[in-house]
């Protein structure tokens, strides 16, 4: 399925890499007494998950954080073998993100994302602004419950 707005390997990568440096910024001090993720998104460029694994993904919409020992990345189901990622650091400083109900909402300046990564509400009381959440590719392989991200 041809996805417009997701990111190839080689920009999944790229991404990766300017998540960490972005989170690692924040982790040394973002001034307002918020730390940023303390594990980031792995440095391979593919994530593959038994979709089983995360039971919140039988449900199509709700968005659900993989395990952040695996990456800083939230997907959901958007059909019966159709899936959709995004990154779960802000956009805005780094900080990670949580899933409130069906969408991302930033705990250090409150900025609020749809499911989809779109961002709904720019950050409070601080400098700057957020843009919408990268997202990545998917492959869903039924046979063996087998998701792969990037
Ligand atoms: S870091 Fe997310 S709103 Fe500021």
């Known amino acids: 399925m041809p996805c417009d707005d997701c990111l190839s390997r ?38 593959s ?3 089983a694994s995360l039971p919140g993904l039988s449900v199509v919409g709700q968005p659900v954080k993989i395990p952040q020992s695996v ?10 073998n159709t ?21 991302f909402e930033c705990p250090c300046h409150n900025s609020r994302f749809d499911s989809d990564g779109h961002v709904t ?13 990268p997202t990545y590719t998917t492959q869903y392989d039924a046979a063996t419950d087998t998701l792969t991200i990037g």
Request: aromatic share 4%; with cysteine.
């Open 71 to 80: 990456g800083l990345i939230a997907v959901k189901r958007t059909g019966t």
């Open 10 to 47: 080689r920009e999944f990568l790229s991404r990766s890499t300017l998540a960490v440096a972005g989170a690692a910024a924040v982790a040394a001090g973002c001034g307002d007494g918020h730390f940023g993720p303390t594990a980031l998104i792995p440095t391979n460029s593919r994530i």
């Open 49 to 51: 998950l038994k979709t």
């Open 83 to 103: 899936f959709a990622a995004v990154s779960t650091v802000c956009t805005h400083q780094g900080c990670e993100i949580d899933v409130t109900g069906a969408t």
């Open 121 to 133: 509400r720019q950050p409070q009381g601080t400098d700057g602004s957020s843009t919408n959440l």
